[in-house]
């Protein structure tokens, strides 16, 4: 894998890289607060490096947690033990891991609301390194999904 591939990789996980809120204030269940990721039909991009990837998912209720704690890749595992979600805010910090034993500390931070999300932070591949930055944003497309959607 190219440095270019594996830094949007990074970033990809890194921008996926959340994971279930075991800290969080913010309950991810479908109500109607604004500080509550709805399930639905999402939109989310990752960049990194002018490398830019948009997918849309249907999310069901019960994987919003994971959704919105933790986009999945087929690539990266992630655990972040610092999570903090809530009052419309949250941060992440953690690690990602590739089947190849390759790992990146990925940092992001940024607000929410129950139909978007858009979280800045960035990718380090090497301890000591600057931290590469990388971002996703992400918005509810609509409450059901279509007939043909990839669920998530």
């Given amino acids: 894998m190219t440095t270019k591939r594996l830094f949007a990789a990074a970033a990809l996980v890194g921008a996926a890289l959340l994971a ?6 913010a ?16 939109q989310y991009t990752t960049s990194a490096l002018g490398v830019r990837d948009t997918e849309t998912k249907c999310v069901r209720p ?7 704690g933790g986009l999945s890749t087929r690539r ?7 999570r903090e979600v809530g009052n ?25 609301q129950s139909e978007s999300f858009r ?10 390194t600057p931290y590469i930055p ?3 944003t992400a918005r509810r497309l609509a409450a059901q999904c279509p007939a043909n959607a990839e669920y998530f």
């Fill in 62 to 68: 019960s994987e919003i947690n994971r959704f919105f």
């Fill in 88 to 112: 419309g805010n949250a941060r992440f910090e953690g690690t990602c891991q590739d089947r190849k034993g390759r790992r990146v500390n990925v940092r992001l931070r940024g607000p929410y």
């Fill in 20 to 25: 279930p809120a075991a800290t969080s204030t």
């Fill in 119 to 128: 979280f800045t932070g960035g990718a380090q591949l090497a301890r000591g």
């Fill in 76 to 82: 990266w595992q992630c655990t972040y033990p610092v």
């Fill in 27 to 42: 309950a991810m269940v479908p109500q109607a607060s604004n500080d509550t990721v709805l399930p639905g039909y999402w």
């Fill in 134 to 136: 990388a971002s996703i």
